[in-house]
């Protein structure tokens, strides 16, 4: 039996004479991931905006809030000698510090600049909420003066966009609201009984925390105190106003429950971390619209002392504990992966300073080696390593490598091919021309073979070493060739947020219809390859979506491991991307809100699971390299 273990390398072939990679290839790889690494977040409508509190006492007062996008700034004004400052107190009026100089001038020049927009981005407003800390008979009278010299900015009948003026603190009484011009509004209080006409002088309505809870900002307010802000929320939202508390904590959490009880406004001191946690909202939430069904396993053949004939390997490449869990709330709590029993944990890291990439991490898996980042299967000196198909090959067992990325991709390429340059995309896709221990490989098109002259080449190529090379699903399907190389088409790559559907399970199924009963059996690995596209993005919508097409994929590796009875399921990742937690989940609604603490890989640990014969051994928490260790461990015994 360790005969088919000791496969010589010398009877691999392997073209170490080409050039590693062309710099146009490496620039495209390069490219593509720094988009999603970098890429602004998509724009949508949110129901929170950022206010920020006592402006004024920021090192840079305005520019700070007003280029972290805060849609909402405060001042407190006192007055002297016909001039309005900015100060907390009337200890803090300081030369200089008025509120034209601090705020109407730039605003002025900004407003300009922007074409008469408070922002560049159109889909943003502006108010100026200001405090008057002094009777508003002695303020108001100068305050509308100076905002006439600026009335292109604030009279509604002069801007189709102009800044909201709000006033606060020592306020007229409603009755008095009519009084001032219409472009003047007020910051009302949710206790006072506004007529309809005093609600249209209305700007927001805003209230002390503490007049309701003395919340911390940690968990939520108890609940009675909680339904009472709801109900003064609801009741702004109906008068048509937005709605605001003063005296809040200045944290993510907090932020979070504000949102959940109607609150418009997030008070910060600290408007650039705010505007990152606003302007990531949209990309760090998911729900599932349409939920799908999950299989239900007999677990016969579970860690059952049995003969191993097939083995069934999925990916998630960048998958992580986070990862996996946002897609089993997505699907309200259900999922194909929660019903296997074994669970393992392995260590990801490579030979490389920092977190270890697909190639290495890959490798790892592959071959039971670790190595340099940016290689696919070669040690350490560039020597290359067997992978598991290569192992397995005497015994008569067929392999099957599919991926929903990229063909010539880290992952899949560890199991084909061996490389020192893991961007080398042509000399990675050209090593099939030689390689006699995989019988079929489903992935996307590299990009050098959207060549036509160049595909050409690797079909005639490719049919020297028995490869029939197809371009989609229906032709794999039909065809009764041994040996299969199958480009998907661009629809069936696309991210699945963008109506991919489940494609992997697709793919596991008819690899397993193409492999099942050829032989003494068959390794297929399945790569979900853009959960790691999403981790490198930020985008919870874009990661949850990929984990819950793999999740769908193990759903059908199970199926069949059930009917086989021979079969094992191993289910893993490479590596994790995003080092990403979930700070809100709501199984019920399957509403997800999560963070992404990088926009690279991490080194937090993977979790592996199994099921069928043989899943006890890999319990337990191990380096990466032991799953390929603890695999040809158990095929041995056969």
């Given amino acids: 039996m360790k005969n088919f273990l000791g496969v010589s390398l010398a009877c691999l072939c392997f073209c170490w004479n080409q050039e590693p990679v062309v710099a146009q290839e490496a620039s495209s790889l390069s490219q593509r991931f720094e988009q999603l690494m970098f890429a602004d977040k998509e724009a949508g409508i949110l129901n929170v905006r950022g206010h920020s509190h006592n ?21 407190d004004l006192f007055l002297r000698d016909d001039t309005l400052y900015a100060a907390h107190d009337q200890k803090d009026i300081t030369v200089g510090r008025t509120l034209e100089k601090l705020y109407l001038q730039p605003l002025a020049e900004l407003y300009r600049a922007n074409g008469a927009h408070p922002f560049a981005d159109t889909t943003k407003n502006l108010q100026l909420l200001l405090d008057f ?3 508003y008979q002695r303020l108001m009278p100068s305050l509308i003066a100076l905002l006439l010299k600026y009335d292109f900015l604030f009279d509604d009948a002069r801007s189709a966009h102009p800044v909201h003026i709000v006033i606060s603190g020592n306020m007229p009484a409603p009755e008095l609201f009519s009084q001032f011009p219409t472009w003047i509004k007020f910051d009302g209080r949710p206790n006072i009984p506004y007529t309809d006409a005093q609600r249209k002088h209305l700007g927001m309505i805003s209230q002390d925390l503490r007049v309701y809870s003395q919340w911390n900002g940690k968990g939520e307010p108890a609940k009675m ?9 609801k009741q702004a939202a109906d008068w048509g106003v937005s709605f605001r508390l003063w005296g ?16 418009t406004w997030l008070n910060t001191d600290h408007p650039a971390q705010l505007k990152v946690y606003l302007d990531e909202l949209l990309a760090s939430r998911f729900q599932l619209v349409k939920l799908y069904p999950v299989y239900s396993p007999t677990y016969a053949s579970d860690g059952a ?23 089993i709330i997505a699907n309200r709590g259900e999922s ?7 669970i393992g944990f392995s260590s990801t890291t490579s030979y490389s300073l920092g977190n270890t990439d697909s190639g290495a991490g890959g490798t790892a898996i592959a071959t039971g080696m670790k190595t340099y980042n940016g290689q696919i299967s070669v040690d350490t000196n560039g020597v290359a390593l067997a992978a598991i198909p290569d192992r397995i090959r005497e015994r008569g067992m067929r392999t099957g490598i599919i991926s929903t990325g990229d063909a010539s991709d880290a992952t899949p390429a560890v199991f084909y091919a061996k490389h020192k340059n893991r961007n080398a995309s042509e000399d990675i896709t050209q090593s099939l021309v030689t390689n006699q221990s995989i019988d079929i490989l489903i992935a996307g098109r590299p990009s050098p073979y959207r060549d036509v002259a160049k595909h050409q080449k690797l079909v005639t190529d490719l049919a020297k070493n028995d490869f029939t090379l197809l371009e989609d699903l229906v032709s794999f399907q039909q065809s009764k060739a041994e040996k299969l190389v199958t480009f ?27 492999l099942d009963k050829r032989d003494k059996g068959f390794f297929i690995m399945a790569e979900s390859a853009q959960i790691d596209y999403g981790g490198h993005a930020r985008d919870l919508t874009y990661v949850a979506a990929e984990t819950v097409d793999f999740d769908q994929a193990v759903g059908e590796a199970l199926r069949f491991a059930d009917a086989d009875g021979h079969t094992l399921v191993l289910v893993t990742a490479d590596h994790e991307t995003g080092a990403l937690n979930l700070l809100d989940v709501d199984q019920a609604t399957g509403k997800i809100q999560g963070h992404f603490a990088s926009n690279d890989h991490s080194s937090m640990l993977v979790p592996v699971l199994a099921y069928g014969p043989g899943a006890q ?19 041995e015994k056969k």
């Fill in 55 to 75: 402006d004024y006492e920021q090192a840079i007062p305005f520019l700070t809030a007003y280029h972290a996008g805060m849609e909402s700034i405060e001042v």
């Fill in 133 to 135: 800390k002094e009777d």
């Fill in 225 to 233: 105190e909680l339904q009472k802000i709801m109900q003064d929320a």
């Fill in 248 to 263: 809040t904590s200045d944290n993510v959490n907090t932020w979070i429950v504000l949102e959940k009880m109607g609150v």
């Fill in 305 to 327: 002392k049995k003969e191993i004939r097939n083995v069934i390997l999925l990916i998630g490449d960048g998958m992580g504990l986070g990862h996996l869990q946002s897609a």
């Fill in 336 to 342: 194909n992966i929660k019903q296997m029993r074994h």
């Fill in 488 to 514: 998907l088409p661009d629809s069936l790559t696309r991210p699945a947020k963008e109506g991919r559907g489940p494609v992997l399970s697709q793919l596991v199924n008819l690899t397993i219809q193409k």
């Fill in 617 to 635: 051994a890999f319990i337990g928490f191990y380096e990466n390299t032991e799953i390929f260790h603890r695999l040809i461990q158990l095929l």
